[in-house]
C-alpha cells in the first residue's frame, strides 16, 4: 500500500512502496502504515517513527491516499457545500471546519452552492468522489431536504450547520438566534431606547430571520413599553441605505435600530450620517447581527452580536467525527450561544415617552 509514483531508486523501475520502505528500515509494513497514518500520531515509538521517516526520505516514498483508500474502504474526504453568501463569518467558519477535518488526517472537497440547480446534484457529484461524510452550510438549499432524504438511508453521515430545517433527520448545529437577540434587546432598552427599528430580510429566503425578530420581540415585551417598526431588506448594503432614506424623510424617527445583518446596518448607518447629517450616536443607537468585517472599523464602531465560528466548527466536526466512528445520527438541533461585542454605537440616552 502507499505508492509514490516515483521510480524506485534500489531497482531502477517502478515505483516506491510501503514495502520497500519497510525493508530499508528493517521493519514491518504494518509499522510504516501507522507511522504515516494520523490516528496513530504520538502511539508509535519516536526510534521506529525515526527509522521509518528516514527510508522513506533515502527512497523518496510518499503514502498513496488512493491505495490507502481502497484498502480501508474510506476515501479520507469530507464534503462542504459553503453558502453563496460567502462573507467573512462564512470564510472564517469554513477555515476553521478545514483546519479540524485536517487534524483527523482527513482532506475537504468543497461545493459552492450558487453552482448547482440543487442539493441533488451536489450530493450526487460527491457521492462519485465516495466522500466519507458531508458538512452542509447552504441556508439556501434546505427546503430541498425533504425530497433528496425521504425514507431512504444516505450512504454517508451528514451535518447541518447554520442551517435548520424542521423535518430532516440530520443533526443542526446552529447559533442560537433568539437568545442572541433577546439580550440585545434587552441591552438596547436598557440604553434608553423605546421606539425601535428592526431591519430584517424577507422571511422566504433565510431561515433564521424568524427567530432573530421573534428573540427580539421576546427581549423588548420583557422589559417595558416600547414600539416596534419592521422595514425588510435583502442583506446588502444598499438595501440598508434603502431603507434609512425611507425611515429617515419621515417626521417620526426612530432612537434605536437593530438590523438582522451587518451589512444592512452599515449602510444605514452611511445614509443616516450623509444624506441626514445625523450623528451616532447622539441622535440614534445602532447595532446588528453578524460581526462581519466593517463593523469594528472606527468609522462603524458598530455593536454587534457575534456568531461563535469556532464552536460551531468544532461542535460539526465532532458529530461527523462521531458518525464517522459508528454513532448513530439524530434528528437533533445543537445551539451555540452567541457573543455581544459592545461598541460605541450604542450610548445611555434618556427614553422617549410613548404616547398611548
Known amino acids: 500500500m502507499g505508492q509514490s509514483g516515483q521510480q524506485n531508486p534500489r531497482t ?103 453552482a448547482y440547480r440543487d442539493l441533488q446534484d451536489i450530493f450526487n457529484c460527491f457521492l462519485s468522489y465516495q466522500v466519507d461524510g458531508i458538512i452542509i452550510t447552504a441556508a439556501s438549499l434546505a427546503a430541498g431536504f425533504e425530497s433528496l432524504k425521504g425514507d431512504t438511508p444516505f450512504p454517508a453521515p451528514v451535518i447541518l450547520v447554520n442551517v435548520y430545517r424542521h423535518s430532516t433527520a440530520w443533526p443542526s448545529v446552529i447559533c442560537d438566534n433568539r437568545r442572541g437577540t433577546r439580550e440585545m434587546a434587552r441591552y438596547l432598552y436598557d440604553m434608553g431606547g423605546r421606539e425601535f427599528l428592526f431591519l430584517s430580510a424577507f422571511k422566504s429566503q433565510y431561515y433564521d430571520v424568524e427567530e432573530r425578530l421573534e428573540g427580539f420581540r421576546s427581549g423588548l415585551e420583557a422589559c417595558g413599553p416600547h414600539r416596534l417598526h419592521i422595514e425588510y431588506g435583502d442583506y446588502t448594503y444598499e438595501s440598508g441605505q434603502e431603507i434609512a432614506r425611507r425611515v429617515l424623510s419621515r417626521k417620526e424617527r426612530p432612537d434605536t435600530v437593530f438590523s438582522t445583518g451587518t451589512r444592512m446596518a452599515l449602510g444605514y448607518m452611511d445614509a443616516a450620517r450623509y444624506s441626514f447629517g445625523l450623528r451616532i450616536p447622539a441622535d440614534f443607537n445602532i447595532a446588528a447581527y453578524d460581526d462581519l468585517i466593517g463593523a469594528q472599523f472606527q468609522s462603524y464602531d458598530l455593536t454587534c452580536i457575534e456568531q461563535p465560528s469556532q464552536e460551531l466548527a468544532e461542535k460539526a466536526v465532532q458529530l461527523l467525527s462521531d458518525a464517522l466512528n459508528g454513532a448513530p445520527q439524530a434528528s437533533r438541533i445543537y445551539r451555540e450561544p452567541p457573543r455581544l461585542h459592545l461598541r460605541g454605537s450604542v450610548s445611555r440616552r434618556r427614553p422617549v415617552l410613548l404616547s398611548p
Open 12 to 114: 531502477g523501475s517502478g515505483s516506491v512502496t510501503s514495502k520497500d520502505v519497510a525493508a530499508r528500515a528493517g521493519v514491518s509494513v504494518a509499522s510504516v502504515c501507522r507511522v504515516f497514518d494520523k490516528k496513530w500520531k504520538g502511539r508509535v515509538s519516536a526510534k521506529l517513527e525515526q527509522k521509518v521517516l528516514s527510508a522513506a526520505q533515502e527512497l523518496g516514498y510518499h503514502p498513496n491516499a488512493l491505495a490507502r483508500g481502497l484498502i480501508s474502504k474510506r476515501s479520507g474526504i469530507i464534503g462542504v457545500v459553503m453558502s453563496e453568501e460567502f462573507n467573512s463569518f462564512y470564510f472564517d467558519l469554513f477555515c476553521r471546519m478545514t483546519n479540524l477535518i485536517q487534524e483527523l488526517g482527513m482532506r475537504v472537497m468543497v461545493f459552492n452552492a450558487a
